[in-house]
């Protein structure tokens, strides 16, 4: 495995929620910073959250109080718990393992 691989992605109605959880490997992780980027259409890719090796964690102002970012280094894995999702939240997600890790993306679809 090269690349962090996402899953939990799919389509919710706003108010909904999602956990997305990002598969990684021991060597990618070690006590490296771990996170969540989104990019809508026409967008930039922006950082969501990110969750540093001794569990700091920052978050966008747009999902303070929403999301909810953790990893569990035993199973290598990174989540993003999303509540009350919002159209605007419609994007894909990539999961960042630092320094250069990157996940090919899983859409999350946020619609009436």
């Known amino acids: 495995q090269v690349q962090p691989v996402e899953s939990g992605g799919g389509l919710v109605q706003p108010g909904g929620s999602l956990t997305l959880s990002c598969a990684a490997s021991?060597?990618?992780?070690?006590?490296?910073?771990m996170g969540w980027y989104r990019q809508a259409p026409g967008k930039q890719r922006e950082l969501v959250a990110a969750?540093?090796?001794?569990?700091?964690?920052n978050y966008a102002d747009s999902v303070k109080g929403r999301f909810t970012i953790s990893r569990d280094n035993a199973k290598n894995t990174v989540y993003l718990q999303m509540n009350n999702l919002k159209p605007d939240d419609t994007a894909v997600y990539y999961c960042?393992?630092?320094?250069?890790?990157w996940g090919q993306g899983t859409q999350v679809t946020v619609s009436s």
């Open positions: 960042w393992v630092g320094p250069v890790y």
């Open positions: 969750i540093t090796g001794g569990g700091s964690t």
């Open positions: 021991a060597k990618m992780i070690g006590f490296n910073a």
